[in-house]
């Protein structure tokens, strides 16, 4: 089975830096992606690593370490349209592959 | 090209009711994945199909089922409904299931069970 924690809730300031860290175990890694999710909208994708790195993407990046379970998202610049939740998720290698979701960050921008 | 969609948007049932919700993925897509959203488990697996066959099957009762059709739209139908069925259902889909394969996702159906 799989078991995906990050935190629950965070608040940061426009224009900082945040990391939004997610730990998990699997029985079989193939992929971690993250997705954002505004309130009443469907997630969107953010980033996937299968590779332990960063892969960067404009204000956005991923991390991956893969001998730790670990993983975290990085948002630059902070905009008050980050507000919203984001989501870290697996995929599995065993079986055909699903993607199994942690429970969400949900951020909060504040001026 | 079109994305996810699901209907109806929002639906309101009673207790002991059936409820039948329909997903339409991209077209070309053939893996579509059907979520349950609730504000304290987040997204919960609930199955995946591929080609008309269930390939993923995640843990819930059997009141809740789900098929594919040839055209690979989807269907999932909860049987003797629950207060505690009320969420947000959404459906995924993608070309194949696998690697780097990213999910789209629809916007999804909200059930109120009353």
């Known amino acids: 089975g799989q078991n995906i924690d990050q935190p629950t809730e965070m608040t940061a300031t426009e224009g900082a830096i945040v990391q939004i860290n997610c730990t998990y175990q699997t029985s079989g890694f193939n992929g971690l992606f993250w997705y954002q999710q505004h309130a009443g909208e469907a997630p969107t994708f953010l980033s996937y690593?299968?590779?332990?790195g960063l892969e960067e993407k404009g204000r956005f990046s991923s991390f991956l370490s893969r001998s730790k379970g670990y993983s975290y998202l990085l948002l630059k610049e902070l905009q008050m349209k980050d507000s919203a939740s984001y989501l870290c998720a697996v995929r599995d290698q065993s079986g055909y592959q699903k993607v199994t979701f942690g429970t969400g960050t949900k951020l909060q921008v504040i001026p | 090209k079109a994305g996810v969609t699901q209907t109806p948007r929002y639906l309101i049932k009673t207790r002991g009711q059936q409820v039948t919700l329909s997903c339409s993925p991209i077209s070309g897509h053939r893996s579509v994945s059907w979520y349950q959203q609730t504000p304290g488990q987040g997204l919960q697996f609930l199955f995946e199909?591929?080609?008309?066959?269930?390939?993923n099957k995640g843990n819930f009762p059997g009141r809740f089922s789900g098929r594919q059709f040839s055209n690979s739209r989807s269907e999932m139908n909860v049987s003797t409904l629950e207060l505690g069925d009320s969420a947000l259902y959404l459906c995924?889909?993608?070309?194949?299931?696998?690697?780097?394969?990213?999910?789209?996702f629809g916007s999804g159906t909200q059930l109120s069970v009353l």
């Open positions: 995924a889909s993608s070309r194949e299931a696998g690697g780097e394969e990213k999910l789209f």
């Open positions: 199909y591929f080609s008309e066959t269930q390939r």
């Open positions: 690593n299968v590779l332990d």
